[in-house]
């Protein structure tokens, strides 16, 4: 039996964990959290690429994901309705997502509070070293540890992720504290507010202990706004003055930051987003960033998810990208020699890596603190109108490979 060492245990970790482990590999999945990850994350897009790899990976046909709305709808600031979009989505949450594929793999097979520290390839194996002393040997070991994979940084140590100049907003507000006109205006809808420059969009999601019946669901936000880096240090620095340059701990934001959010929302949102804002306990700020690698296979080693390539969420891909990554390497190697089914994997995954990560700049281009190119000026001008932005947001894109 193949060995499989999968280095993270988050969206793209399980899928490859489960797929492989379905395709008869020996599978170990180890993640560096300790403790629970599901409590955490916010809503996810579905498109049919997941609800496929979903099926694959082991969870049953039928199992209810979330929240169906018809269409789109964009708001002007004093809440007329400036366009409409049928486009018929089933909105879910990371949470969701995660305990699925959870619940999908043996859960012996998952080793936490394991952190990779260093891949060393010989050629019959590859051995992964950990903080802790251990090491795994395996025949294939996939790397899907994220944004900051240590793993990528060894193999690929020139690659960087890089600012785009403007920050998400996030957060969930309880259906059942919204007004009846917020509630009227948004509720049902995926639905847009585009103040200059910037980008508010929502969409129901299932609410606690994932209901999804009226009354008891929560509103999901995100509202993209440019943020200068010097911005983007003053909202990543907590109350002892301390810099979170990965990202702030929601906890950790200084109750400042969020009334000055809160009052933007006030003076620039239509009122059923201002209010979405406000009753939200616990919104959370994430820098956006891009991520591009030039090879996603090395040797016995395969880059997968966001260890690989990160593009802005406005295409809402990174969840199914990281599973079409999964798929498609289990499938590449089926009773294929590792290192060459890799070879032979990566040059379609480099290509759609890319191809995103470029398409998602251009629909967030017009958000940019500052823009520095011309086609990234000519691509903020195609991409914000209200229709242009109903039909391409959270939309898988047509590439051009
Ligand atoms: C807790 C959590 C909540 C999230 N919530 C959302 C959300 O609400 N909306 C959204 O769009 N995206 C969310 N994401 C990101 C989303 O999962 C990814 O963009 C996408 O699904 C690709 O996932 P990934 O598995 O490649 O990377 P990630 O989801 O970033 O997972 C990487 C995993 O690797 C682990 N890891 C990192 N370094 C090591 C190491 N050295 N050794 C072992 N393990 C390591 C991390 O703990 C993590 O579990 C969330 C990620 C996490 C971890």
Redesign the pocket.
């Known amino acids: 039996m193949r060995r499989a060492l999968v280095?993270?245990?988050?969206?793209?970790?399980l899928f490859a964990g489960n797929l492989l482990a379905k395709s008869g590999w020996d599978v170990t999945v180890?993640?560096?959290?300790r403790g629970p990850?599901s409590g955490?994350?916010?809503?996810?897009v579905t498109h049919p690429a997941l609800l496929d790899a979903l099926g694959r990976a082991g969870v049953p046909a039928g199992t209810p994901l979330g929240v169906s709305v018809a269409g789109r709808r964009v708001l002007a600031r004093d809440g007329s309705i400036l366009g409409e979009h049928p486009y018929p989505q089933i909105l879910t949450s990371?949470a969701r997502l995660h305990s699925l594929l959870e619940d999908a793999f043996d859960p012996a097979r998952i080793e936490r509070g394991?952190?990779?520290t260093v891949v060393r390839q010989g050629t019959a194996s590859a051995t992964v070293h950990f903080a802790d002393g251990g090491m795994i040997e395996a025949d294939l070991v996939v790397a899907?540890?994220?944004?900051?994979?240590?793993l990528r940084a060894q193999l690929l140590p020139e690659v960087r992720a890089t600012y785009a100049g403007y920050v998400a907003w996030r957060g969930l507000a309880e259906e059942a504290a919204l007004s009846p006109a917020a509630r009227e205006a948004i509720f049902g809808h995926f639905a847009f507010g585009l103040p200059e420059g910037e980008q508010m969009l929502g969409y129901p999601v299932a609410g606690a202990g994932e209901a999804i019946s009226a009354g008891h669901r929560r509103y999901n936000f995100v509202w993209y706004r440019p943020a200068p880096p010097e911005e983007l240090g003053r909202l990543q620095t907590d109350g002892f003055g301390r810099q979170h340059p990965n990202g702030i701990p929601p906890h950790l934001l200084r109750p400042e930051i969020v009334a000055e959010m809160r009052a933007a929302a006030e003076s620039l949102l239509p009122a059923a987003f201002a209010e979405v804002v406000a009753i939200t306990a616990q919104p959370f700020v994430q820098p956006i960033m891009d991520l591009e690698v030039p090879e996603v296979a090395h040797g016995r080693v395969a880059l997968?998810?966001?260890?690989a390539y990160v593009a802005r969420?406005h295409c809402g891909m990174?969840?199914t990208k990281?599973a079409m990554d999964a798929m498609s390497l289990s499938d590449a190697l089926q009773g294929a020699d590792v290192p060459a089914a890799l070879t032979r994997w990566a040059p379609e995954r480099v290509a759609t890596g890319r191809a995103l990560v470029q398409h998602a700049r251009h629909l967030g281009a017009y958000m940019q603190a500052s823009r520095i190119t011309a086609e990234e000026a000519a691509m903020a001008e195609r991409y914000r109108s209200p229709v242009s932005v109903m039909r391409e947001t959270a939309v898988p894109p047509i590439l051009e490979l």
Request: charged share 20%; no cysteine.
């Open positions: 280095v993270g245990g988050s969206i793209g970790g180890a993640e560096r959290t990850l955490r994350g916010a809503g996810i990371w394991r952190v990779a899907a540890d994220g944004i900051r994979s240590v997968i998810g966001d260890a969420p990174g969840v990281a």
